[in-house]
């Protein structure tokens, strides 16, 4: 009776002892303090995710939900650079002494998975050599490989990881430090190819998510709603203490018009709304009487722009378009302040380069090369370039041929549509004919990858750092299809391949930059690069919208707490969700 | 009977696969593929997407992938869906049941409703009440589905007597039973009477139009004339031959159910086909549209098997022609 007295106290102090042994990791210790726990923050999108496995999903309607259970080495700041303290206590680069570059980082212990499982640089090892070395991703692992195309050699000691890449190579806060990393113990046996990896984590295998980041998601009703649930094991805390995310629960209802999205919001069943800017002044006007806080953010960083084919099938197009002076008549041609002052109730701004004002890289210089509204500017550069125009008051070039184009976009693209719609009619004053005709996002993507079309509006989206879209900007790039080099496309003819002096800088700096480590040093390329396009209008910007959000002001947001505006750098209709972790509801 | 409907059905067999065939390469001439969002992701390489062409079978012939998509559907393998990297079925049973609810209960209200009130209309012929029903079928029919929906969710906001769109409330899954049943005509009632409104004022002009014809047949006449109650000749008699018409529409409506409402779906936020399909024919998912134009073709076949059986049982002369 007394052994099995002493048996059971025993076993009670053993007990108590566990249960003391909480969970106690290094903490992360947030910039935030004063935070109430609880609540559910109600937020409103347009689709629901397609995949849950953050290597395949394409769609915002996807990343947008599967990025809240991210975990990284590195977190990214206000101004969306990898500056931030995450998985990684500790991080730095150095150069090595045969003329490499050395990324090392010292992972935090203690730290777990959402189901308990401890999470550890066997985690970071098991992702980069299973997932992203032997590329079974959908973006492929370019992006981690230095200008030579080698991927850096990774290497640990005890805490400390390290990729020594054998060249200079810049972006390895970035790549390296930010990819997802994914739990071995729930996915060992997935990895096997690309095709077995791609159907892991559907929107069938919920049950079997296992997170590092703050919310995971717990449950989706197909085209109703998904439900995200605090990751019980979080590693990180608030300043006074109290271990993040704030919020219980993130319910994404799924409203497919975006209409009823705003009625929704207006009915206080939604906590946040990114309104369009036509519907702006309307819910404004109700902020005070419905107590919501209303935010008009920076510019959004994509911006549509007007590409014209420098290979175009017919030859006479192409003089056209290779012509400085008429592109550079488009760009004054195209009033932009109407365009933003008419669609977009003056929430807008003109854009001239391929960086908003709202990048880390920005050039306000561009603003100085004068691409302001004016026709007169825009006919003498016409005159200039060699063209005139007939009695009829039609522009005519050089061997008298009508200058008359095709424009395309897709036209479910309402912005685009716009623009388009608007170019038409200002360049019907310069005597220019554009035959609109608006098309379908695969037909757009189809003719621009051929040689049949002359000038197509589009915006394409990336990192904020311009070295994200050296595909874009290389001559021989996989996007730069404006341009496209023989070398790509076997349809352009060598002997007829025209190479812009811009362009050809531009090449160089792209290729350069990749391995400039000085931030002053390469902040001179990104302002040379920005200049180069604007000066000779290579692609003609347009305009970009700002970032609209309205919320409840019972809901507190880092970023307006703190900065006094939203992220820029989120997701285009709620940036907001940029830390979400440090959000709060009264 | 038996030897007819299997018949019916071995018939069905070319049909189904013409349909399969011409979906196939009207889709095939749709300019692009599923790849091209990838396309111009400025971060994915050339090399990646000819990688990934080959992964989806892309980089093959139209006719190849036809018979491949053929030869695995024999086995039994639908395909999968490119976008959600599951099986297309499990994809389209994931939308199945909204569509059907939304449906099934969109046709008894257009039916429950439509036929009585045509019969109505037709007993009260060019009275007030025939006049009345008449309008009111006419406006429904003529407010597009698209606008009916947005008023609807206006009112809906402005009252709070219906919900804002969608198919559950956030509670639902702590309900008791019946206030989950309760929830749905809650959730339903929207969609329902912006659909039900459009096809109601059909089917009430159908009825009311067979009515009156078989009411002013010889037989009728010859009925009252010989003293039958004039309730026993309406119900008995000229209803019963009134509504032959109305059960073979019967045989595109199991389709049209299934078919989904598209826009009403959209605006309402209702999780069915309809939605589903328009996503995946922007996205070119081939196998998801084509598995989903499949289902549609059999159930055509199938709605229109049961209409002609319903005919029989309604219709002696039919039944004799089957069974010849």
């Keep these: 009776m007394r052994k099995l007295l002493v048996l059971l106290v025993v076993a009670l102090c053993t007990l108590t002892i566990f249960a003391q042994q909480a969970y106690n990791p290094e903490w992360l210790i947030a910039d935030v303090e004063g935070g109430q726990r609880g609540g559910t923050l109600y937020l409103a999108t347009t689709s629901g995710p397609k995949t849950l496995n953050t290597y395949w999903a394409q769609e915002t309607s996807s990343s947008i939900i599967i990025n809240q259970g991210d975990v990284s080495l590195l977190g990214s700041d206000f101004y969306g650079q990898p500056t931030q303290p995450s998985l990684a206590k500790d991080w730095g680069v150095e150069r090595t002494e045969d003329g490499g570059t050395l990324y090392w980082f010292e992972m935090r212990e203690g730290v777990r998975w959402s189901d308990g499982h401890p999470l550890t640089v066997d985690d970071v090892i098991f992702t980069w050599e299973k997932i992203i070395v032997p590329d079974l991703t959908a973006d492929g692992n370019d992006v981690y490989m230095d200008s030579e195309g080698n991927l850096p050699e990774l290497t640990v000691e005890g805490n400390r990881i390290m990729f020594k890449y054998p060249t200079v190579f810049r972006f390895g806060l970035e790549t390296v430090g930010g990819f997802a990393i994914m739990p071995k113990h729930v996915l060992e046996d997935k990895v096997t190819d690309a095709e077995t990896f791609q159907s892991t984590w559907t929107v069938e295998q919920i049950d079997q998510l296992v997170v590092g980041g703050p919310f995971k998601v717990t449950e989706y009703i197909e085209g109703v709603r998904v439900v995200l649930e605090r990751n019980p094991y979080y590693f990180e805390r608030s300043k006074d203490g109290v271990q993040l995310p704030y919020l219980d629960r993130i319910v994404f209802e799924i409203v497919t018009d975006t ?108 603003e100085n090369l004068g691409y302001r509204y004016s026709l007169v500017t825009a006919q003498r550069l016409l005159r200039e370039g060699g063209f005139t125009w007939n009695n009829r008051g039609q522009l005519v070039d050089w061997n008298g041929n009508v200058v008359e184009f095709e424009l395309n976009t897709n036209g479910e693209n309402v912005m685009r549509n716009e623009i388009a719609v608007i170019l038409v009619d200002s360049l019907a004053k310069l005597g220019i004919k554009v035959n609109y005709r608006p098309v379908q996002f695969n037909a757009m993507v189809q003719r621009m990858y051929s040689e049949n079309w002359d000038a197509i509006i589009i915006g394409l989206v990336g990192g904020d750092d311009p070295g994200w879209s050296t595909n874009v900007w290389l001559l021989d790039g996989g996007l730069h299809f404006w341009n496209w080099s023989p070398e790509v496309m076997d349809w352009v003819d060598p002997n007829e391949y025209f190479v812009h002096p811009a362009e050809k800088r531009i090449d160089e700096i792209m290729r350069v930059q990749r391995s400039i480590l000085d931030k002053d040093e390469l902040q001179k390329l990104w302002d040379e690069w920005q200049m180069l396009i604007s000066e000779n209008q290579i692609l003609v910007y347009t305009i970009s919208q700002n970032y609209l959000n309205m919320h409840k002001n019972t809901l507190h947001l880092y970023p307006v707490e703190k900065y006094g505006t939203i992220n820029p750098y989120g997701y285009s209709y709620s940036p907001g969700l940029w830390k979400i972790e440090y959000a709060w509801k009264e | 009977m038996l030897k007819y409907i299997v018949r019916r059905l071995i018939l069905a067999i070319p049909v189904l696969l013409g349909v399969s065939v011409i979906s196939f390469f009207v889709m095939q001439l749709a300019p692009g593929d599923f790849l091209d969002t990838y396309r111009i992701n400025p971060n994915i390489s050339r090399e990646k997407i000819q990688e990934l062409e080959t992964l989806y079978g892309l980089d093959k012939n139209p006719v190849t992938q036809y018979f491949l998509w053929l030869g695995n559907i024999l086995q039994g393998d639908w395909g999968y869906s490119f976008v959600y990297k599951i099986d297309v079925w499990q994809v389209l049973l994931r939308r199945l049941e909204a569509t059907l609810l939304l449906g099934v209960t969109t046709f008894i209200f257009t039916w429950g409703i439509g036929i009585p009130l045509g019969i109505t209309a037709a007993l009260h012929q060019y009275k007030f009440t025939d006049q009345a029903l008449s309008t009111i079928g006419l406006i429904g029919i003529s407010i597009p589905n698209f606008f009916f929906a947005l008023l609807w969710l206006m009112w809906a906001a402005n009252t709070g007597i219906f919900p804002i769109g969608g198919m559950l409330s956030r509670e639902f899954a702590n309900f008791p039973w019946y206030k989950q049943i309760g929830d749905f ?140």
Excluded: C
């Design chain 1, 259 to 366: 209409n009823v999205a705003r009625l929704r919001f207006e009915a206080g069943e939604i906590d946040m709304h990114g309104p369009q800017a036509k519907d702006f002044p309307a819910l404004r006007a109700q902020a005070d009487e419905k107590g919501w806080n209303v935010i008009v953010g920076p510019a959004t960083a994509g911006s549509n722009f007007v590409a014209f084919n420098f290979n175009a099938a017919d030859p006479v197009h192409r003089e056209w378009f290779r012509n400085d002076n008429f592109r550079k008549a488009v760009a004054y041609a195209f009033d932009k302040q109407t365009i933003i002052e008419t669609l977009y109730n003056g929430l807008g701004v003109p854009v001239y380069g391929p960086r908003t004002n709202s990048s880390a890289f920005y050039n306000p210089e561009i």
């Design chain 2, 185 to 324: 005509f809650w959730h339903v009632a929207g969609p329902v009477i912006t659909l039900g409104t459009a096809s109601l004022a059909g089917t009430m002009r159908i009825m009311r139009g067979q009515m009156l014809d078989e009411m002013n047949q010889d037989y009728a006449e010859f009925a009252r004339a010989k003293g039958m109650p004039s309730d026993v000749v309406i119900y008995k008699h000229t209803l019963r031959n009134a509504i032959n018409p109305v059960i073979t529409s019967l045989g595109f409506s199991l389709s049209a159910i299934l078919g989904g409402a598209l826009i009403t779906e959209y605006v309402f936020s209702w999780p069915g086909l309809g939605s589903l399909m328009r996503d995946a024919i922007f996205q070119q998912d081939i196998y998801l549209v084509m598995a989903n134009l499949l289902l549609q073709g059999i159930l055509l076949i199938v709605g229109n098997l049961i209409a002609d059986i319903l005919l029989a049982a309604s219709d002696p002369r039919v039944r004799l022609r089957m069974s010849a």
